[in-house]
């Protein structure tokens, strides 16, 4: 099929792609999925995934759909799993229902389907068809696609700046640069996310929370506010020596990892581990924590997209290792002049050395701008 199909199957994989981008916030690290079944062109029931360890979309669609399953047509906006994991095997399931059709929009990368509950389906004598609206059905989990091909979460960096590419006074003062509407879109960003990273030096600055701050999500529905209240994102800090003191604020709440170098002393491990929260030795690059390491880690984790919230120094670092896949910038229109402390930390002599950025969105947040951009050539 690949991207093609026709009226009826668009607008059924639409629906069924809507479905899926409802369950985003609250199926990490599964993805989420959306299902539509049809008979006679009816619609007999659909389903998007719940919460990992729940019922994937395709069993709450057939629950839906009953007997009216047998015969139908399936649009499923990626393939059905054929392992037991969580829960059992999505592609048994439809073949013991016996729909005639199976139309789904993607492959699973994950290693353990990667293609064979395409096979069994096949095998069972039902009609499959792959690749209707596959980029759209890829962008609904762009994290979970990033782990199991490139063995690394989705990355994602923000930034916040004047018009003259500043993020704070010399002072340090910073807040706030952006007004609320904007600071509230990165709660919903954060709420997206596995995992939020950040550097030791932004601890020590300005002891951040680094939590969703639900309360200021008003469309956020009870389901997924008390979701990620249970789960937030784990919060990380890469603090190679471990200067971050067990009373930080960030602390106040379970669910941190400490990233150091080998060459800590243990008395601040005990400290910050009596204070609840985890560390990890990992490998220096000889300019700070080898960035790509902490990423397998995090994806060893089952984190599927990553969240820089840090100082101008490890965003310098994490993009001149090539390693963000989307700059998020806020920008404010407001200037801060030429003593203020600079968005990135980049020592750059030639034009030629600049990294240069495509433009993917540009939305007007409140009073400021907000820049969703990608590493050009990628």
């Given amino acids: 099929m690949a991207g093609g199909g026709n009226e009826a199957d668009l607008g ?8 899926a981008r409802e369950g985003r916030l609250t199926t990490r690290p599964n993805p989420s999925v959306g299902c539509v079944i049809v008979r006679d ?10 919460p990992a360890g729940g019922p994937h979309a395709e069993v709450r669609a ?7 399953i047998a015969g139908a047509t399936v649009y499923v906006t990626l393939e059905p799993c054929s392992h037991f994991g969580r829960t059992p095997p999505c592609a048994d399931a439809l073949i013991r229902a016996a729909p005639a059709r199976v139309v789904m929009a993607t492959r699973d990368p994950h290693p353990q389907v990667a293609g064979r509950g395409i096979e069994r389906l096949r095998s069972a004598g039902i009609s499959v068809e792959v690749g209707l609206l596959e980029a759209e059905a890829r962008a609904v989990n762009p994290g979970f696609m990033a782990r199991h091909e490139r063995g690394r979460p989705l990355v994602r960096l923000k930034l916040a700046a004047s018009l003259d590419g500043r993020s704070a006074m ?6 706030w640069i952006t007004g609320v509407e904007a600071r509230r879109d990165v709660q919903r960003l954060r709420a997206r996310c596995c995992a939020i990273i950040t550097g030791s030096g932004t601890v020590l600055a ?8 639900t309360t200021e999500l008003p469309d956020l529905s009870s389901f997924e506010s008390d979701f990620l209240e249970a ?9 190679s020596q471990l200067r971050t003191p067990a009373d930080a604020r960030l602390l ?3 669910g941190v990892l400490f990233c150091s170098g080998p060459d800590v002393a243990t008395e601040a491990r005990a400290a910050l581990e009596a204070a609840g929260a985890e560390c990890v030795v990992l490998p220096d690059s000889g300019a700070g924590l080898d960035l790509a390491a902490v990423l397998e880690r995090l994806a060893a984790r089952e984190c599927n997209e990553v969240l820089f919230e840090c100082g101008p120094r490890l965003a310098a670092s994490v993009l001149g290792a090539g390693l963000v896949d989307e700059l998020w910038l806020y920008q404010a229109p407001l200037l801060l002049g030429a003593s203020a402390r600079p968005m990135v930390d980049l020592s750059l002599d030639r034009l030629a050395e600049a990294l ?17 951009l990608l590493p050009a050539g990628r």
């Avoid at 059924?12 to 479905?19: E, F, V, Y």
């Avoid at 010399?170 to 807040?175: F, K, R, T, V």
């Avoid at 300005?206 to 701050?213: E, G, I, M, N």
């Fill in 206 to 213: 300005d002891d951040p929370l680094l939590t969703v701050r």
């Fill in 170 to 175: 010399a002072s340090g003062e910073s807040q």
């Fill in 41 to 50: 062109g009816l619609v007999v029931g659909e389903g998007y995934s719940a």
């Fill in 356 to 372: 240069r950025f495509e433009v993917g969105q540009v939305e007007q947040i409140g009073e400021d701008l907000r820049y969703v």
């Fill in 252 to 254: 106040q709440a379970p």
């Fill in 231 to 239: 789960k937030p994102p784990l919060r990380v800090v890469l603090d």
């Fill in 62 to 68: 057939m629950a839906a759909a009953g007997d009216a």
């Fill in 12 to 19: 059924h994989m639409t629906r069924a792609l809507a479905l």
